[in-house]
């Protein structure tokens, strides 16, 4: 493929073809984002209901993945999981079959967030078929996929990442390239550790200022400007009141679902274990969210942890 096919503009956008592969929560914004943009996306999911959300938006909705890949310059996947990034690419029917399809030096976006070694095993499948990959992972959630304002962690050549700059800064805000293949993942993994050990550490400092008397908006005057200082404090507080945006303001509707900070804390582990890296906040917090999740946290806010923290700590020295 020529430099000139992949290292779109969006005002060029209109020559260029894009598949787009999932087309759900994350994936149907960012689509839309590209096709506004002037890209002709064509897209598949296997929820009819996603593509007709997907067609109102102006994505060339096809039959199969393989139908979307065709001729396309660029395909990218937001999938739930590993298993369906692995299944998109070599799997059989309409949402298999990828790589069969791709042209030759296709540039493969993996948005999807996967495991470390998932994200190199696909990079190898990918590059040993002939075609090129990134993988890109988010953050900004929902809103941020809405707003084209995502942070992209991305791994791979710096060739292929500035063919796909154009795209990913239609998408978002932040683009970092993070190393090679698996460094995408590899960043976002260890930043949604820091999130989940942080947030339960913010959440139980302001359990503990309930016992203790402190209003809610004390503690939070000085830890915001103090040491105690992260996003989970200031940007995603888990109490009503101090951060007017905060989930925790709207009853906790996501933001960030407990299920998905469960999803990430396990891939966190996983590489813990490949490592053999000693992380007792990493795994606590890995178990803290996976019980949470399961215990009907998994479509709440992951700052709603601090209910099942103040539940848990209805016992003082006087009971
Ligand atoms: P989602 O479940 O809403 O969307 C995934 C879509 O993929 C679904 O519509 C599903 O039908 C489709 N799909 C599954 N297998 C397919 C196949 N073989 N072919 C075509 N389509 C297929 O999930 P989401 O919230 O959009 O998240 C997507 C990815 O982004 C996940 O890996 C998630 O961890 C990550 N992520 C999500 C958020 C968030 O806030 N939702 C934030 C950052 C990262």
Known sequence: MSEESITAH???????????????????????????????????????????????????????????????????????????????????????????????EALFLECSTISVEDAR?????????????????????????QAGTLTFMVGGSEEDFAAAKNLFEVMGKRIVLCGGPGAGQAAKVCNNMILGVSMIAVSEAFVLGEKLGLTHQALFDVAANASGQCWSLTTNCPVP?????????????????????????????EALNATGVDAVMGRTAEEIYREFSLDGGASTDFSSIINSIRAASSKTEAD
């Not at 999981?81 to 998109?88: R, S, Y």
């Not at 095993?121 to 929902?142: E, W």
């Not at 009141?241 to 582990?269: E, W």
């Open 121 to 145: 095993a696909t990079h190898k499948l990918v590059s040993g078929r002939g075609h090129r990959a990134l993988d890109a992972p988010v953050s900004g959630g929902v809103m941020g996929a």
């Open 241 to 269: 009141g101090p951060v007017p945006t905060s989930p925790a303001n709207r009853d906790y509707q996501p933001g960030f679902a407990g299920s998905l900070m469960a999803k990430d804390l396990g891939l966190a582990v």
């Open 10 to 104: 969006d005002t060029e956008g209109a020559s260029k073809k894009v598949a787009f592969i999932g087309l759900g929560h994350m994936g149907g914004p960012m689509a839309a984002n590209l096709v506004a943009a002037g890209y002709q996306v064509h897209g598949f999911d296997v929820v009819p209901a996603a593509l007709a959300a997907a067609a109102e938006a102006g994505v060339v909705v096809c039959d199969s993945s393989g139908q979307a890949a065709m001729d396309a310059d660029v395909i990218i996947t937001m999938l739930p999981a590993g298993k369906h990034v692995f299944a998109a690419l070599e799997g059989e029917g309409p949402g298999g079959g990828l790589l069969a399809a791709a042209k030759p």
